[in-house]
């Protein structure tokens, strides 16, 4: 009788296996960094849509990582709020081929000599330009030319010619040791030492505040726009293009970096860094559930 019922029971248990629904959360998983608890794709989502800028990190060529920024962008892209995608990897000079490129104007063989021109890995970024393509969403080159940021990283700043610091506007780079300490947080705890480590922080820095400036003047024409930027880490954390942003302008914000080891981690994360962090939960854990 006994066995009886620990056989009945056991039938029991089976039968709710199977026809229970599942409880546990589906990918992705993401943290919101201020609670250090998990939040649905909805309720990110939700966040996301009161603000007029959001930053996505990435490292360049990190498939998962474009993944989960396409995710995004899908899902923002058909709201009434007209979304542009601000771009690490172009410059503002190339503005007019990116306009040609998502008003279906420009032969695919013509843009991909532009695109090489200003970036590579074309493989890890087409989903994200062909989108942009199909749906017609702006696309805003933000970077300035690598020659000039190439010139601060072997000299520095102040060896750049008067006609090119005029010409970005009389920018400034002044590496305080809060900044150069979180560029080598950035950088996995490596970077150098001495001048060779000041002009990569300038080099940086540089980067930043010419992003951030070509940014806001969007945005100050186009102010009914949202944008999701797309930028490194490095450039997408909230002491780099954020902040800079901030200090020509008061724009709403949010950032949302993907984990990476020894980086930027889920035991480590504060909202001093970023607002949410996207989990690496391997090759299925970059996309939003359909």
């Known amino acids: 009788m006994k066995s009886m019922r620990k056989l009945i029971l056991l039938v029991f248990v089976t039968l709710l296996t199977v026809f229970l629904p599942v409880t546990t959360q589906a990918h992705p998983h993401i943290i919101d960094a201020a609670l250090k608890t998990e939040i649905s794709p909805d309720s990110l989502l939700e966040d996301l849509r009161r603000v007029q800028v959001i930053f996505l990190g990435e490292f360049h060529d990190h498939a998962g990582h474009h993944r989960a920024q396409l995710s995004i962008i899908d899902a923002l892209d058909d709201d009434e709020r007209p979304l542009a995608i601000g771009l690490e990897m172009f410059r503002k000079d190339s503005q007019a081929t990116l306009d040609r490129w998502t008003a279906n104007d420009l032969p695919f063989l013509k843009f991909m000599s532009v695109y090489n021109d200003n970036w590579s890995m074309w493989q890890e970024y087409r989903e994200i330009f062909m989108h942009a393509r199909n749906e017609e969403v702006k696309m805003l080159?933000?970077?300035?030319?690598?020659?000039?940021?190439?010139?601060?990283?072997?000299?520095?700043?102040?060896?750049?010619?008067?006609?090119?610091?005029?010409?970005?506007?009389?920018?400034?780079?002044?590496?305080?040791?809060?900044?150069?300490?979180?560029?080598?947080?950035?950088?996995?705890?490596?970077?150098?030492?001495?001048?060779?480590?000041?002009?990569?922080?300038?080099?940086?820095?540089?980067?930043?505040?010419?992003?951030?400036?070509?940014?806001?003047?969007?945005?100050?024409?186009?102010?009914?726009?949202?944008?999701?930027?797309?930028?490194?880490?490095?450039?997408?954390?909230?002491?780099?293009?954020?902040?800079?942003?901030?200090?020509?302008?008061?724009?709403?914000?949010?950032?949302?970096?993907?984990?990476?080891?020894?980086?930027?981690?889920?035991?480590?994360?504060?909202?001093?860094?970023?607002?949410?962090?996207?989990?690496?939960e391997g090759e299925d854990g970059w996309t939003f559930p359909n």
């Open 141 to 280: 080159g933000l970077n300035i030319p690598r020659d000039i940021t190439n010139k601060v990283l072997r000299n520095g700043f102040k060896a750049l010619p008067e006609e090119e610091r005029q010409m970005l506007g009389n920018v400034q780079c002044v590496v305080t040791p809060v900044y150069s300490d979180y560029i080598r947080q950035a950088m996995g705890g490596y970077g150098g030492h001495g001048d060779q480590y000041l002009h990569f922080c300038e080099a940086q820095m540089l980067w930043d505040t010419m992003m951030a400036r070509n940014l806001v003047e969007f945005l100050r024409e186009n102010p009914d726009y949202r944008v999701v930027v797309l930028a490194g880490s490095g450039h997408a954390w909230k002491f780099g293009i954020p902040r800079q942003m901030l200090e020509q302008a008061e724009i709403s914000y949010r950032v949302l970096l993907p984990e990476v080891s020894s980086r930027v981690e889920r035991q480590s994360v504060t909202r001093d860094i970023t607002d949410y962090l996207w989990l690496d």
